[in-house]
Nanobody, 120 residues
Framework: QVQLVESGGGLVQPGGSLRLSCAAS????????MAWYRQAPGKQRELVAV???????NYADSVKGRLTISMDNAKNTVYLHMNSLKPEDTAVYYC??????????????WGQGTQVTVSS
């Protein structure tokens, strides 16, 4: 079992900043990649950013230059640094991890989601 716990969401004005955190715990042998997804009301869940254990990153075009993903391998924690936020960034943000467990089984886990609201 692997658990992902997110934190850091909230209400912010347009142009503001937030930092989301997601800590993984449980029977982890290795984390291969971690990612942030988001889902706005009435829309499908979409990939925001992903980072591999080696540090390779990839971003959705809509967030390039404003959002930055980083990972602390020692803490099994991924961060999403969000700057210059726009109302269209409003969504529930979900953490995702591609994990190899101590049993050597590989699977993906999801966090419970954290709300980000950008509004004046």
């Amino acid at each position: 079992q692997v658990q992902l716990v997110e934190s850091g969401g909230g209400l912010v004005q347009p142009g503001g900043s937030l930092r989301l955190s997601c800590a993984a715990s449980g029977s982890i042998f290795s984390i291969n990649a971690m990612a942030w997804y988001r889902q706005a009301p009435g829309k499908q869940r979409e990939l925001v950013a992903v980072i591999t254990s080696g540090g390779t990153t990839n971003y959705a075009d809509s967030v390039k230059g404003r959002l930055t993903i980083s990972m602390d391998n020692a803490k099994n924690t991924v961060y999403l640094h969000m700057n210059s936020l726009k109302p269209e960034d409003t969504a529930v943000y979900y953490c995702n991890a591609a994990v190899t467990a101590t049993s050597r089984a590989s699977f993906t886990s999801w966090g419970q989601g954290t709300q980000v609201t950008v509004s004046s």
